[in-house]
């Protein structure tokens, strides 16, 4: 028999694919691209690549990539100040990378990709992560000023974070030609 699923975690799913939506397409691809490389679903360099200059930048984030699965196995405990370093060191240059591409544009998009590159136990890291390399000198500070202004003072300063692992994500999905009404 099939498992079904709970209203509350259908009403989870639709705001999840709701937020999504409210993305730019730019922002929209990017992820799309992020989760097939990130989590290796799809030939990403086939998939995405639509010129010289952007199969170099899907080169260069599957090599920033490679960090992740290092990344999800340092994960800390929340008061284990002795683990953070190891951790959040290559989850900030990792972020970084993200930043500098521009197209992830706000701190809700950068949540909404690494929640599920990572997984819900990253949640309480990602303000701490985004906000630092979203401060690095590296990005140009009319982009630095846009990324911190984009997180909320709640979102900076949460009390606790849902442990409830995210079930929406997006795919390519290939353009399909209505057909034609004819008499």
């Known amino acids: 028999m099939a498992s079904r699923m709970k209203p509350a975690e259908g ?25 097939d490389i ?3 679903r799809e030939d990403a360099m086939a998939r995405w690549s639509r010129d010289v200059v952007e199969a170099a930048s899907i080169r260069a984030q ?9 990344i999800r196995a340092l994960l ?10 190891p951790f959040l060191a290559p989850l ?24 599920r590159l990572i997984g819900a136990e990253v949640r309480p890291w ?9 401060a690095l000198p590296t990005l140009h500070p009319d982009l630095r000023r846009k990324l ?19 079930a ?6 290939e353009k399909v030609d209505a057909p034609t009404l004819q008499d």
Not at 168 to 173: D, G, L, M, T
Request: charged residues 20%; aromatic residues 14%; glycine residues 4%.
């Open 126 to 134: 990602l303000p701490s992560a985004f906000c630092a390399a979203a």
């Open 168 to 173: 929406f994500f997006p795919q390519w999905v």
């Open 62 to 70: 599957a090599r920033m990539y490679e960090r992740l699965e290092e």
């Open 11 to 35: 009403a989870m799913t639709l705001a999840e694919m709701k937020e999504f939506a409210g993305f730019s397409a730019a922002t929209q691809r990017y992820i799309r691209r992020g989760l």
């Open 76 to 85: 800390p405990d929340e008061d284990d100040l002795n683990a953070v370093e």
């Open 38 to 40: 990130g989590l290796e």
């Open 148 to 166: 911190l202004q984009s997180i909320s003072e709640a979102a900076a300063t949460a009390s606790g974070w849902s442990s409830r692992q995210p």
């Open 92 to 115: 900030i240059t990792v972020t970084a990378f993200d930043l500098a591409q521009g197209r992830l544009t706000s701190f809700s998009a950068y949540r909404f990709l690494y929640e």
